[in-house]
């Protein structure tokens, strides 16, 4: 089981709780552009209104964050069947899961002042997370809106994870402790002294030497113990920083003692040089509004850390060690008896993994849990079937859960060593549809993870006819990273249409705007599917359209239907339309 699920409930007509609900996954589980903390988020915002149930078997701790507002208590215009489902399932699940006896806990949030009114009566005595205060849509207001509900939302994830309870009114204090490093001359003006401020007013225990040292103690002692005693160390980064001795021991402390490190950066200008043992850590560019948002990044950060020790933990065999962060030299040497590593997904980029076996050398194990699952080298070409859904929603799915699995799903099989066969195109975003595009996924694993030195292709972007014509080949082969190649099909024969009826020189692109140019694209991309198909060893689907394709079925579909005539093995990943 996973140690946290994080399951997001929203009244989808909501634009305010939908954004927020996509703000917490890419907060929490990331983006392909983004690694973020990877701890799963899920929606829960059914088209009927009806909430969908998350499974509490699946995990050893479920918080489920209620975003209730207008848009859930509206009890105008025939919606009191709505509204009296959202209601009942809220009060039951408060009764079933009284978070401070419990291994799960349910958050409710009040977005705006009519969220009081989805069960006055039932719910009235209830703490919620009080968001109602906000009444603007401004940048700032909205800022500060995201910031504290991803503050509640980490610290109740941090409590629930350390057995301490997740009820609101427990959850104003962090059951974190903050350690802040920062040079002495920079005390009394900037951003030192803002985030001590905001510290000492908020929520969060701070950690710092005038507060923590008594006159006459142990000075080099107590910092040592606060650092290793800390859940997160903010470095604050001015010019003055890397020049100061204990500055430089405090950061190095932090990184042998794998306390999860921020890097707060505040060198307007320039630094003769920097320390460089700064990295591999979160780093915030700060500005004189920014001290919530970098105390909240701790928060997460520290979060992060735990949940990832968590899941090592429980995914380690004999010999390993769980980290929390990704491994860098330092961390790395000071890991006493240490046999193998196992460290949070994603996996490194080949670069920094071939410095790392310089020094350690290559029989020194770092894998993550995903990358055991793909051990044994395979050069099979396995082909992709995905897209965006419309109808994903029904099911908790989104597009951002999609794409987050087709980073992954794609990384770990090139990381396997097998090949992989796409039927999408680069650019032309009118053509592509959908919020991400898979093939731009697609090459760019292959520019981060993956030796371009393979004298064969690890991906293979299969052009159906008339797509490929948008671009010559050789303008497309400026597109592609070594390691990749893109195969255009041409027209099919027989086409089954006029090329006159398509209004179109030989060789020139059209779009499907008429039924017999539709007819030919749904030829075209019927044939690219089946040359795919020749070279594959088996396809994964995920997602697919159910309107608004170009083919006589839903893309997805006919992929895994040619698939299916030919005896080649399908496996299908639901949740996703």
Known sequence: MIPLHIAVYYDPESKLASSLARFLFKELMGTPERT??????????SEDGHPLEVNLDGADHVLSIVLVDGYMAARAGGQQERVDRWAGWLVDQLERNPSADGPHAVLPVALDERAFDLDPDKL???????????????????????????????????????????????????????FLSHAKG????????????????????????????????????????????????????????????????????????????????????????SFPYLGNARKIRWSDDRAQHVVVQAIKEALTHKHHVAVNTSRAVEGDTALGVSPELLTVLHLDGCKSILYPDPPLDREELAELERSLGKNFPMETPLERLCKNQKSEWIGISMSSAQDAAKY???????????????????????????????????????????????????RGHVAGDSKEARVMNYIGWPIHLTKSAKERAQEYPRGTDFEPVPVPDPLAVDLSALDAAEGEFFPPTTAERRFAWARGMTAMRERMNDQMSARVILGGKMWG?????????????????????????????
């Open 124 to 178: 009235g005595e209830t703490s919620f997370v009080r968001l109602d205060r906000f009444h603007s849509e401004d940048d700032v207001e909205f800022a500060e809106r995201r910031h504290e509900l991803l503050f509640f939302s980490c610290v109740a994830a941090l409590r629930l994870l350390s057995g301490d309870g997740a009820e609101p009114d427990q959850i104003k204090v962090a059951p974190i402790e903050v």
């Open 396 to 446: 908790g799915g989104s597009p951002e859960h999609l794409s987050l699995l087709a980073y992954d799903l794609n990384l770990l099989l090139l990381r396997s060593g097998c090949r992989i066969g796409y039927g999408g195109m680069l650019g032309a975003p009118e053509l592509t549809g959908g919020t991400y595009n898979f093939t731009e996924i697609l090459l760019g694993l292959m």
């Open 186 to 273: 920079d005390l009394g003006t900037g951003s030192v002294d803002t985030i001590r401020n905001f510290l000492s007013a908020g929520p969060v225990d701070a950690w710092y030497d005038a507060k923590k040292i008594d006159p006459g103690a142990n000075f080099s002692e107590k910092i040592i113990n606060g650092i290793r005693g800390s859940s997160v160390v903010v470095a604050v980064v001015t010019p003055s920083f890397a020049s100061r001795d204990w500055c430089r021991r405090e950061v190095l402390e932090t990184k042998r003692a794998g306390v999860p490190l921020v890097v707060v950066d505040d060198v307007l200008d320039e630094e003769s040089r």
């Open 549 to 577: 394709y170009h083919s006589r079925y839903p893309g997805v579909l006919e992929e895994a239907l040619l698939a299916l005539r030919v005896n080649k093995p399908v496996y299908l990943v639901g949740a996703f339309g």
């Open 36 to 45: 973020a903390s990877r701890i799963p988020v899920s929606y829960h915002a």
